[in-house]
């Protein structure tokens, strides 16, 4: 396959627009995206991991959905997780920003974990349950969440596709005691940036966009492998695959290509213990491997907000002793006059 059909496979274009193409690499395209839907995601063992979804649609906006519809037209959302240190993409999943999608992203992504991890995320509030379902209460989880000025600098409030600046951050302490320094969402909003730009179909305002569901997850597989393979992070120096210490050396399209031909669809992993990190503060392990017994110097972000919308109670006055009763005075005997001369009158 030449460097034309190696630009036409990496860039997920559609059908259509591929068309130029002879009809027999056409169809090996198709195949190989199809492949790479099936592709076993490789396991790592991450200690920071942050998630986020990455809005698309299928065939037609939501708004223009009708009954009539498949299930998978319109808004397609792309979960997706990354590993803060090798910047490699472990889990993703495609499907409609809801509980249920919410849910099978977390539970894969908890079944490629070797180690438990320090989670964060957005606001999104599905994650939270997920969470807890998957990794249960001992994992460190944060969410994080950017809130942007609207209005400001003379921007008009319909401005969509550039938020204003001046962010100011919140971060919340959902589950555990995680370290606010090193919980951001940077990296994996910075690979969204880079996916609508390497995934033709996720571009906005053009006519790349997935016409199936099916076509538009294996686009969306397939992008993120190549990722993980063949393309060097800048701060890196190499792939993220190098990086997390899968492979010692960046791989060609012709080998990911051969590789995809000959791979056969796997079943997804399944979910192993997971093994405590160890903490940076002064801890004792708890018995039988079940974590750590951690000393919080000070409290976390969430018990701050607690005790701040919380009013203090008010002060006990103190108990005053009973007053003495007051002395009687005492009655003194008065002699009454009975047969005595009555007043002059004047």
Known sequence: MDRRLHREFLQSETPALTA????????RIEDLRGRARGIVRLSAEPGEDQVDEIWSFVQKKQARVTEADPPDVGEAYTFVAIDATSRMVISWRVGKRDQATTDAFIADLRARMLV???LTSDGFAPYIPAVGASFGTSIDYMQTVKNYRSGSRGRRDDHR??????????KSTVYGAPDPAKASTSYVERLNGSTRHSNGRMRRLCYAFSKKGGHHAAAVALNYVAYNLTRVVRALRVTPAMQAGITDHVWTLDELLDTL???????????????HREPSAPARALPAGRGFLRLVTEPTPALK???????????????????PPPDEPQRGMVQLDLFGAPPEES
């Open 161 to 170: 596709y550039e938020p204003p600046r001046d962010p100011f951050i919140t």
């Open 20 to 27: 130029r193409l002879h009809e027999p690499d056409r169809v």
């Open 116 to 118: 438990m991890p320090q």
């Open 305 to 323: 907000q607690r005790r701040r919308s919380e009013p203090p109670p008010p002060p006990a006055s103190p108990v005053q002793a009973a007053p």
């Open 261 to 275: 031909l000959v791979e056969e669809e796997h079943a997804a992993p399944e979910a192993k213990p997971l093994t």
